[in-house]
């Protein structure tokens, strides 16, 4: 289905770069969220 916008070439995810930068991103705004989630529990 929305393949057609991604790189077709199987890029393994240990090796790519920008796929690991994607994770850390990924779970900086899970953590993120996680944050403010308590805030708001705590007020």
């Known amino acids: 289905m929305g393949r057609e916008n991604r790189d077709p070439r199987p890029l393994p995810t240990y090796f790519c770069p920008t796929a690991a930068s994607i ?10 969220e996680r944050q403010a989630i308590q805030q708001l529990k705590e007020q």
Not at 23 to 32: D, E, R, S, T
């Open 23 to 32: 994770k850390l991103k990924a779970q900086n705004v899970v953590n993120m």
